[in-house]
Nanobody
Framework: QVQLVESGGGLVQPGGSLRLSCAAP????????INWFRQAPGKEREGVSC???????????YYADSVKGRFTISRDNAKNTVYLQMDGLKPEDTAVYYC??????????????????WGKGTLVTVSS
């Protein structure tokens, strides 16, 4: 059983920054594409970003239009951790953020229903 663990959420003012982390004890994250999803109250879960495996490839990254230019996804393979750096945060970014994987090596643009393993989420609140 793969356990993904998110951290780094919190309360931040509009225009501020947070860095979310996704770790997986005993599971080598770099073998797989890792996705970040978010779910705001009353809304459907939506994809935010994805990073492909860097094993044998360059580890391509993808972003939803709503976060492009503000969020950056990356890996630190030495720490077996995937990060989501969030800058220029807006109130509409408020949501529970989840990392997830469908255990494929490349990002496929799959929706949340295709994911096999999930973390429990970390709450991001953007408010003044």
């Amino acid at each position: 059983q793969v356990q993904l663990v998110e951290s780094g959420g919190g309360l931040v003012q509009p225009g501020g920054s947070l860095r979310l982390s996704c770790a997986a004890p005993g599971f080598i994250l770099d073998y797989y594409s890792i996705n970040w999803f978010r779910q705001a109250p009353g809304k459907e879960r939506e994809g935010v970003s994805c990073i492909s495996s860097s094993v044998g490839s360059v580890g391509s990254t993808y972003y939803a239009d709503s976060v492009k230019g503000r969020f950056t996804i990356s890996r630190d393979n030495a720490k077996n951790t995937v990060y989501l750096q969030m800058d220029g945060l807006k109130p509409e970014d408020t949501a529970v953020y989840y990392c997830a994987t469908d255990t494929l090596s490349n990002c496929r643009g799959s929706g949340w229903r295709a994911m096999e393993f999930w973390g429990k989420g970390t709450l991001v609140t953007v408010s003044s």
